[in-house]
């Protein structure tokens, strides 16, 4: 799986993109972007190969910070902030094409609101988002993620697309861009 897919599916999962810090934009990363960082080293090669259920799983137990299955405001704040720092920090290995496709995404997510893309997620209210409400657009087996995320049959675009409202469109057409 490409950088730009593995980053991808975690923009889709997690929302927006915040203002980046003096510190984010330096030569030395903040420790959040050195974990990202070493989490896109090592779930991009394992994720080339493995299941979609097991990047998925190794995905959710990196953003699952305290270990309780779901994950709270804070942690997809946390993720959101990783991968914003990460793809702005100049030591990240992204090529302009993907930091672009990525910073795309991310503000398309921001626009929305991370508040209200969460609770279009958390279809049972308890504040907190369960691997099943953030797979319920998602059928993961056992092809790699990124044959996954390409396969129309896969990923319910539309169902995607609709929790976003009016910037469905823009999500469509990001759909049509990156593949599948």
């Known amino acids: 799986m490409s950088r730009f897919r593995a980053l ?50 190794k995905a959710w137990a990196f953003a699952d910070e305290d270990g309780d299955d779901h994950l709270s405001n804070t942690e997809t704040r946390n993720l959101r902030d ?8 100049p030591g990240n290995r992204a090529d302009d094409a993907e930091r672009a496709r990525i910073l795309l995404g ?3 997510l921001e626009a ?16 907190l988002l369960s691997k099943e409400e953030v797979l319920a657009d998602v059928r993961l ?3 790699p993620m990124e044959e996954v995320l390409k396969d129309p049959q896969a990923v319910d675009r539309r169902a995607i697309a609709n929790r976003l409202g009016a910037l469905g469109p823009m999500v469509s057409s990001l759909f049509r861009q990156v593949g599948g």
């Open 106 to 108: 991310l503000s398309l």
């Open 141 to 143: 087996d056992e092809r």
């Open 82 to 89: 990783a991968v914003a720092g990460w793809v702005q920090w």
């Open 8 to 57: 991808c599916f975690l923009a889709a999962v997690l929302p927006a993109v915040p203002a980046v810090s003096a510190a984010q934009e330096s030569a030395v990363p903040s420790p959040a972007v050195e974990r990202f960082d070493r989490f896109i080293d090592t779930a991009s090669p394992f994720c080339r190969t493995a299941p979609s259920t097991e990047c998925f799983a």
């Open 112 to 127: 929305a609101g991370l508040a209200p893309l969460t609770a279009s997620l958390d279809t049972d209210r308890d504040g």
